[in-house]
Nanobody, 120 residues
C-alpha cells in the first residue's frame, strides 16, 4: 500500500521558520513530481510549491523568496523549508505526489495534511 506521510507542522510566531517533510512509502518504483498545497480555513486548496524529479522547482508568488522546496530521491522524501512565516501562511499543508508503483501504474496521491499556525 502506497502512502504519503507528512510531518513538521506546528505553532510558530511570525518571522519564524518550520520545515515540513513528506515521505512516500510502499510499493514504489519511482516518484515523479512532488508538491505542497496549502488550505486555509474557508479557502480552496492552493499550490504552494512543486518540484520535478530532476529538481526543477516553482512557487506561488506569495511564498517566493521565503519558502524552499527540495527532495531526496533516495529517500522518496520532499521537504518544504518555510522561513519568514506570516500569519497569512496559516493553513493545513498537504503533500501531493505522482507515484509510479511497481506494477507500472502511475497514480496521484495526497498526504493526510499537517497544520501550520503562525501567530502574530
Amino acid at each position: 500500500q502506497v502512502q504519503l506521510v507528512e510531518s513538521g507542522g506546528g505553532l510558530v510566531q511570525a518571522g519564524g521558520s518550520l520545515r515540513l517533510s513528506c515521505a512516500a512509502s510502499g510499493n514504489i518504483l519511482r516518484v515523479n513530481t512532488m508538491a505542497w498545497y496549502g488550505q486555509a480555513p474557508g479557502n480552496q486548496r492552493e499550490l504552494v510549491a512543486i518540484i520535478t524529479s530532476s529538481g526543477s522547482a516553482n512557487y506561488a508568488d506569495s511564498v517566493k523568496g521565503r519558502f524552499t522546496i527540495s527532495r531526496d530521491n533516495a529517500k522518496n522524501t520532499a521537504y518544504l523549508q518555510m522561513n519568514s512565516l506570516k500569519p497569512e501562511d496559516t493553513a493545513v499543508y498537504y503533500c501531493n505526489a505522482d507515484l509510479m508503483q511497481l506494477a507500472g501504474v502511475l497514480r496521484n496521491y495526497w498526504g493526510q495534511g499537517t497544520q501550520v499556525t503562525v501567530s502574530s
